[in-house]
């Protein structure tokens, strides 16, 4: 199978921390990407990074990709309540076009 | 700007009856996507859309899924007989670039 694995597969902290998702792939990428999914709705975009990028910042998120390693980390600096939610990376294959979407991290932020 | 416009949102049947699932994609994105997507999983691709040519169905379950896009605007995605294990969450996305936007999907529930 193409599809990435994520770690861990949950995620309980406390407002205020910061929270590390890492993902892994096993194709060659064009870019890797980071969606968010709130409980019943559809994902929305965070952030892309391409292969020729080692780390991208955005807001609060910081996403850094390892090519060699096939890994990316996103690191959410003082997470808050509305966080909460399972982030999901996709990383783009640059052998098919396709994105191929892993199978999540699930974060909860206590307040 | 209006999102990725999905109906139903909720659909409930019975097996071996027929289903159909529509999309409104964001104007002018020429390119389209129906996931499939279960609990605690992250999107799989169905079925990928190039304005009205698919280029991509390899992962469609041909034999009860088929999918159109006429006028290469928006798309309908049918499952006739549906199965107990068609249960999932059907999401519909579109882009003009890396980035894809999702609608919030239509949950199937096949008793």
């Known amino acids: 199978s193409q599809q990435g694995e994520e770690d861990p597969q949950a995620l309980s902290i406390q407002e205020g921390e910061n929270a590390t998702m890492n993902c892994s792939y096993k194709?060659?990428?064009?870019?890797l990407q980071w969606y968010r999914q709130n409980s019943g709705r559809g994902l929305v975009h965070l952030i892309l990074i391409r292969s020729n990028e080692r780390e991208k910042h955005s807001g609060r998120l910081r996403v850094t990709l390892d090519t060699s390693k096939k890994s990316s980390s996103l690191l959410i600096t003082a997470s808050r309540a509305a966080d909460t939610a399972s982030y999901f990376c996709?990383?783009?294959?640059?052998?098919?076009?396709?994105?191929?979407f892993g199978q999540g991290t699930t974060l909860q932020v206590k307040p | 700007e209006a999102g990725v416009v999905q109906s139903p949102r909720y659909k409930i049947i019975e097996k071996k009856q027929p289903v159909a699932f529509w999309c409104n994609p964001i104007?002018?994105?020429?390119?389209l996507y129906w996931y499939l997507q279960n609990l605690g999983q992250g999107p799989e691709l169905l079925i990928r859309y190039e304005n009205e040519e698919a280029v991509d169905d390899s992962q469609l379950p041909k034999d009860r899924f088929s999918a159109e896009r006429l006028k290469g605007v928006d798309s309908t995605l049918k499952i006739q007989p549906a199965e107990l294990g068609d249960s999932a969450v059907y999401l519909c996305?579109?882009?003009?670039?890396?980035?894809?936007?999702f609608g919030p999907g239509t949950r199937l529930t096949v008793l």
């Open positions: 996305a579109s882009s003009q670039g890396d980035t894809q936007y």
């Open positions: 996709a990383h783009g294959s640059s052998n098919t076009g396709k994105l191929i």
């Open positions: 104007s002018g994105h020429n390119t």
């Open positions: 194709t060659s990428i064009n870019n």
